[in-house]
């Protein structure tokens, strides 16, 4: 490991940061420092090197063919670093910070965390509400749940649920769909950030999107299904978002069919990282309310 002292460590560090997270704004926040900062360590350490990891293109920085080879070993050493801090720290034990985008947040985790807390008092939950994936392997974030393929490099992803979708109202706007051509004659609420359309769940019933209306439009999904619940229109959710509700009976699925989307329910971990027993632990406790949870069914 002699060849460490030739090279800046925080260079090391930058180039990492850069060429993971793809710009050298994202790489500044990331680990504290100016944008200028991270800038000259990356000219510091190709100095050093003796060879160019990245060109400079108006839009900003893209890694070589070299650089590629060399940051998948130092997001692997990055990792590794970081597990020993929190070992050294002994951390990870009695606190867990858990990434979660903020409509899986608010729709469902935070009703349930007093039961995880009531189990394992010994163990601090910090929720990290956030849609950006985060790699729990360099980050200080032990968990990420995330919606997706699942196959996201440098992190182990292990499958919680399918997504899975259909239309939710009110019921009293229920009483005026009785079949999904009468989806045409309602308002629909819609959420232009939703990473699927109304074709996944029109089309197997063979219908397509363009016999929808108009309706509300909210770049948010808690709001969209607030907005079903206020009888605004008819909503196409999934299960954690709107499990709740329909126990609660403050929305009703007018039609019984659901369709996947594609996407999952994901946990996922640092590639490198040991789990913790309060990784273990909640990861255990999260499978159960799922498996538990009304209106949610696991494949």
Known sequence: MRNLNRVSLGGLRAIEAVGRLGSLRLAAEDIG????????????????LGRTLFERRPKGLVLTDLGQGVLRHLTRGMGELSAAISLAENSDENRLTVSVAPVFASKWLVWRLKRFNEAHPDIRVRVDATVGLVDPGIADVDICIRVGKGSWPGVTAEKLLDQRIFPVCSPALARQIKTPADLANVPIIRDPEAMFGWNTWLGPNGLDDSILGNGPVFSDASLCLDAAI????????????AGDALAFERLVAPFPDRYRTGDAYWFVTGQYAHKSNSVRAFE????AELNNAPDITLI
């Open 230 to 241: 206020a009888g605004q229109g008819v909503f196409l959710a999934w299960e954690t978002l």
């Open 284 to 287: 255990r406790w999260l499978r």
């Open 33 to 48: 420092v100016t944008i200028g900062a991270i800038s000259q360590q990356i000219q510091k350490t190709e100095r050093q």
